[in-house]
Each structure stands twice: as C-alpha cells, then as structure tokens.
C-alpha cells in the first residue's frame, strides 16, 4: 500500500516515514503544500498524512483542492498542532477524513492510518488477504501462516503482498524489483536474497514452500494440493 506524507518537519516526518516502512507501505515524502498537491495528483495513494501548517501551500487549501476541485476521494489523515474544536471542525469541513494532534504515538498512527484505508470506498475484504494457509492482514501488515506469527522484514512483507494479491500469476524479477526498490533498483543478488528470507519465515517444521521458482523467468505462490485444502 502506498502511502503519501507531506509534513514540513524534517524529525516528524522521518519518523513517520521509518515507522510506516517498518510496517510494510510504500512511502513517499513532501515537504511544501505545492509539491505535496503535485505529487498527490500525480499518483494513486491508498492514503495521506497531511500536516496542517506547511510553507508555500497550506494543508487545508491543498485538502480542498483535493477533493473540489481534483475530486479525489484519497483517504487523508490531517496532522496538527492546534488542538481546538474549531480547528479540528475546519479540517473536516475542508475534506479531512481524520485528525491527529501534536505530538502523537506512531502507534496511533499506524492504527488510524489501517482504519481509514480499511473504509476506503467499502474496501474491507481486500484488507485480508489469503492464500493457502497464509493470511496477510493489510490494515496492520500483520502476517499469519496456519495461525502462527510471522515476522517480516518491510522488503519481504512488500514482495509477499505482490505475491498474494495475484497468486498463481508468475512475476518477473525486474517487475518484483520495480515494484519494491522503485527506481533505486538493487543489485543482482538483492531480490534472491530477500525471497529466500521471505521462504525461511514463512515455512516452519512440516510447512511446505509456497513461494515457487520459475526459472529463467522469476517467482510466483503455488500451493501444494495439501496446502491448497
């Protein structure tokens, strides 16, 4: 899931930006309300955190042109220092669809972030995905097989998403690296290496691969007909 942050302060924004990586979004960062709108208009975003105070452009007229004048119905999470009612009323009147005030927990964040984007034109059962004994929450990025916790790494939980949102369709090694690194696309042994990561955390004792090799080509989910019941 892809995530925009547009936040003029470079600590919080940072912040925001390793913690949501950690929990497996795509994340990109601006930091004026003039490139904030652009790069909003630009791409499709499953959300924006949205600080209210920003140079050149402020968080409430770029919400409004969001939505007015765009008509882009983006999940926004608005971030702010002002804490009063009236405050918070003219973020929504503007298009805000939430509201977080200074200084907040990561934690809570991550919460609101997963529930907004879980809503998000009624989108909520492709918030879990599962493919044979796997399940991939994605409002928390939480990873489960046959009901034992995995724990992931951002990159692998990227490439597993990929995976699980088509599975049986084969993916070539330069798609799996543009989807995942972006432009800074790594070197030849970096994607090997993050899906044999993904195969150790994902296969415990008796667990069979459901990652398969297609050789020449690149990687795809298949599961075993044990596996497939």
């Not at 002002?82 to 918070?88: C, N, S, T, Y």
């Not at 009323?89 to 005030?101: M, T």
């Not at 090997?192 to 993904?198: E, G």
């Not at 297609?214 to 075993?224: E, F, K, Q, T």
Request: a negative charge; proline letters at 3%.
């Amino acid at each position: 899931m892809k995530v925009l942050i547009v936040e003029d302060d470079c600590a919080i924004a940072a912040n925001l930006y390793d913690y949501l990586e950690g929990s497996g979004y795509a994340v990109d960062l601006a930091s004026n309300g003039n490139a904030g709108l652009k790069m909003a208009l630009a791409e499709s975003w499953d959300a924006i955190l949205l600080d209210l105070s920003l140079p050149g452009l402020d968080g409430l007229t770029l919400c409004r042109r969001l939505r007015e004048e765009a008509g882009r119905d983006t999940p926004v999470l608005m971030l702010t220092a002002r804490d009063a009612l009236d405050d918070k009323l003219e973020g929504f009147v503007h298009g805000a669809d939430d509201y977080l005030v200074k200084p907040f927990s990561l934690k809570e964040v991550g919460a609101r972030l997963g529930a907004l984007i879980k809503r998000y034109r009624g989108r909520v059962a492709t918030m879990d995905l599962r493919f044979a004994d796997v399940r991939l929450d994605l409002s928390t990025m939480s990873v489960e097989r046959a009901g034992r916790a995995v724990k992931l790494p951002p990159k692998c939980l990227q490439l597993l998403r990929i995976l699980m949102q088509s599975p049986h369709r084969t993916f070539s090694r330069a798609e799996l690296e543009s989807e995942v690194w972006g432009e800074a696309l790594p070197d030849s042994d970096t994607l090997r290496a993050h899906v044999y990561t993904l195969r150790r955390a994902l296969c415990g004792p008796d667990e069979t691969d459901v990652i398969e090799t297609v050789h020449g080509i690149g990687y795809r989910l298949a599961a075993s007909s044990h596996d497939a019941k």
